[in-house]
C-alpha cells in the first residue's frame, strides 16, 4: 500500500514541476512514507531523519533548500511528536490527505520554519481528488481498491491511521486498471489493508464484492495476472473462493494472515474467526484450486500466550503448510486495547518462540520450493538480476525467479523449466513464450514436535 501511495504522491507534485529522484542528495523535497504497524519500523523513522538533517544543513550551507515530510502512518498517528523530536521537518501528513499535498507545500513554502501537520481524516474520498495514475510501475503494477479497516484487532494500529473501510467504484478501479496495462504493465495486485472486504459501487448500480471485481477486471486485453492483498478470513466469501477456480487470471496465490492457532488467543486478538474456520476455508480453496500456494502472518508472545497456545500455532502450520509466511514478535503500539494488558510475555520467551516459529516456516518454504526442481512454469520478468547476464521475474506462485537471458525479456512471460531451488528462489532455463501454467500438487508440511 506504502509502495502504491508513494507513485501516486509523485502523480500528484508532478505538475508542480518535481520529478522523481533516486536518492536524497541534491533534492529539493524529500518524502518520508512511513509505516506503524511495528515499533521497528516506527523508529527507524526518526534515524532517517537524523541523516536528512545533515543533508538539509548542507544543502542551505550551500544556498540551497531541502524540504522534508513525513507521510504516512507514523505522521498520522505522531505528527506532533515527530515535530517536537525533529523540528527541521517541515511537514507532517497522515495517508489519507495526501492528495492536499500541492496546498501543504505551498504553506510550508510561504511559513518557512512554521511546522505544518495535517492528520485530520477528510470527509471526502482522497481518490476524487488525485490526478489519474501516469507513472509505469513495470511490469508488475498496484492499484488501491479499499482502505482502512473496521476490524479493530486488539495489537493493531490500522484503523486508527488509515480510518474506516472505503471501496472504490468500480468505474474507477477499472480506468486505473487499463490506464496501468496501458502503461505496460502486465499483472496487477489490487491492495487494500482488508482487500477482501472490498464492497464497491459497481456499474450496474449494485454492490460488488471483490470475487466480482476480478472477473471484471479480468476482461480487460493486456492484463496477464491478478493477485490481491491483503486478505481477512472473516470476508473470504464463496464468490471470492470460486474466483479462484474461474478466473485464469488469478494467480493461485493467497495471503491469508492468521496470526494465531490458538482459539483463546484469536478471541483476545479480536479476529472474529476460529482455527476451525480458517482451516475449512483453507480446504474450500484447495478444492477448487488444488495447487494453490498459501501464505500468512504470524504474531508469536501475544500477551498471555502460554507454551500449550504456542504449540498450537505451530500444529496449524503443519496442518496446512506455508510457502511463504511474515513472522513478528508482538509489538505493543500506542492507543491499542493490548498495549495496556498486564500479562506482556518475556522478550527472551517470545524470541525463542520467534526462532521455532521461523525454522518450521522457512522449512516448509523451502520445501514448496525444492517441489517445484523440474517442473516447467511461466515466469513474469520483471527487471534485471544481481548477476550479470541474469534477468529475475516471479511464478504463478510469487516465487522469485532467476534465468540466464537478455534484458529484452523483462515485461514479457515466458516459460521457464525450473532446474534448481534455493531457500528463497528458484534457477530456471528459459523454454519459450507463453502463459500457461501447470499446476503444482505439492505438500510444504514439514511435521515438529509440538
Not at 379 to 397: A, D, I, M
Request: glycine share 8%; aromatic share 6%; hydrophobic share 40%.
Amino acid at each position: 500500500m506504502n509502495e502504491y501511495d508513494s507513485v501516486r504522491m509523485t502523480d500528484v507534485v508532478t505538475p508542480l514541476g518535481y520529478r522523481r529522484v533516486e536518492s536524497p542528495e541534491g533534492a529539493d523535497l524529500v518524502i518520508l512514507n512511513t509505516c506503524h504497524i511495528r515499533e521497528k519500523a516506527a523508529e527507524k523513522v526518526y534515524s532517517e531523519l537524523g541523516r536528512l538533517r545533515a543533508l538539509k544543513l548542507e544543502r542551505k550551507e550551500s544556498g540551497k533548500h531541502m524540504m522534508i515530510a513525513v507521510a504516512g502512518c507514523v505522521a498520522q498517528a505522531e505528527g506532533d511528536e515527530i515535530m517536537a523530536r525533529a523540528p527541521y521537518v517541515d511537514m507532517a501528513f497522515g495517508p489519507q490527505t495526501y492528495h492536499r499535498l500541492p496546498e501543504m507545500l505551498a504553506k510550508a513554502s510561504r511559513a518557512a520554519g512554521v511546522p505544518l501537520v495535517d492528520t485530520e481524516f477528510p470527509f471526502e474520498a482522497k481518490f476524487d481528488f488525485l490526478p489519474s495514475n501516469s507513472m509505469s510501475q513495470g511490469a508488475t503494477a498496484f492499484l488501491s481498491v479499499q482502505e482502512g479497516c473496521d476490524k479493530f484487532c486488539t495489537f493493531c494500529v490500522v484503523p486508527y491511521t488509515r480510518g474506516a473501510e472505503f471501496s472504490r467504484l468500480v468505474v474507477e478501479i477499472d480506468a486505473e486498471a487499463r490506464k496501468i496495462v496501458d502503461g505496460g504493465s502486465r499483472e496487477i495486485t489490487l491492495l487494500g489493508q482488508n482487500v477482501n472486504a472490498y464492497h464497491g459501487l459497481g456499474p450496474d448500480g449494485a454492490v460488488w464484492g471483490l470475487g466480482r471485481l476480478i472477473q471484471y477486471l479480468a476482461k480487460i486485453e493486456g492484463l496477464d495476472r491478478l493477485r490481491y492483498t491483503t486478505s481477512h478470513p472473516r470476508d473470504m466469501d464463496a464468490e471470492l473462493i470460486y474466483a479462484h477456480r474461474d478466473v485464469e487470471k488469478l494467480m493461485p496465490n493467497l495471503h491469508l494472515p492468521v496470526q494465531s492457532g490458538a482459539d483463546r488467543i484469536l478471541a483476545a486478538m479480536n479476529r472474529r474467526h476460529d482455527v476451525d474456520t480458517y482451516l475449512r476455508i483453507i480446504d474450500n480453496l484447495r478444492v477448487v484450486r488444488p495447487d494453490i500456494a498459501l501464505s500468512s502472518d504470524f504474531i508469536v508472545g501475544y500477551p498471555g500466550e502460554t507454551d500449550s497456545e504456542f504449540a498450537e500455532t505451530l500444529r496449524l502450520i503443519n496442518k496446512v503448510g506455508f510457502s511463504q509466511a511474515y513472522t513478528f514478535k508482538y509489538s505493543p503500539r500506542p492507543g491499542t486495547p493490548a498495549a495496556v494488558l498486564k500479562n506482556q510475555v518475556p522478550e527472551a520467551v517470545k524470541q525463542e518462540r520467534l526462532i521455532a516459529l521461523q525454522q518450521l516456516l522457512s522449512a516448509q518454504q523451502s520445501s514448496f520450493n525444492h517441489a517445484t526442481v523440474g517442473s516447467e512454469l511461466p515466469v513474469l520478468f520483471e527487471r534485471k538480476g544481481r548477476q550479470t547476464g541474469q534477468v529475475t521475474g516471479r511464478s504463478p506462485y510469487l516465487q522469485s525467479v532467476h534465468v540466464k537471458a537478455d534484458d529484452a525479456l523483462i515485461g514479457t512471460i515466458a516459460v521457464c523449466r525450473i532446474v534448481s531451488a534455493a531457500p528463497a528462489s528458484l534457477e530456471g532455463s528459459l523454454i519459450k513464450a507463453g502463459t500457461s501454467c501447470q499446476p503444482l500438487l505439492v505438500s510444504t508440511s514439514k511435521q515438529v514436535d509440538a
